[in-house]
């Protein structure tokens, strides 16, 4: 007797929530980098005192996660859903694929951050290989939800 086809796919739901879920990870952690690259040039850069700086910081990088995140939310839609179409007729379950997805995803997105939202405005920016290293972590955070459940 064979297994029910439904109880070897991962569920519509669980992969919307892998989805947001994998993209709230990858924004934590884009932030949290470009958070940390500005503590050093921002202390020596203002007059303000340390807890009006703490504020600026703690705001701005409030502000920074929101729009990286709505970004993020829109312009890796397409791609994860035909991938997402893809690896349920392959039925892939090994982190590595997700992992290497999500790195070729971040560094798309890279291309979006560089001509939108860079500050340093020349077409480099020192923090595109952290969008690389952020996709890595939200395709290992999805097939942790999943994509280990596609059998």
Known sequence: MQPDKALLMPSTERVIAGYFASVTVATLTFVAIETMSRVTTFESSTNFTFWQKAADLVFMSGLTFFASWAIAVLT????????????????????????????????????????????????????????????????????????????
């Not at 035909?82 to 890279?110: D, E, Q, W």
């Open 76 to 151: 890796c839609a397409i791609p994860c859903a035909i991938l997402s179409f893809f690896v349920r007729f392959i039925k892939i379950n090994i982190f590595i694929f997700y992992v290497a997805i999500g790195v070729g995803i971040g560094l798309l997105t890279a291309v979006i951050y560089i001509v939108w939202l860079n500050p340093w405005g020349d077409g480099e920016s020192p923090l595109v290989p952290f969008l690389g290293i952020s996709g890595g972590i939200a395709g290992f955070t999805f097939w942790g939800i999943a994509g280990r459940h596609y059998r």
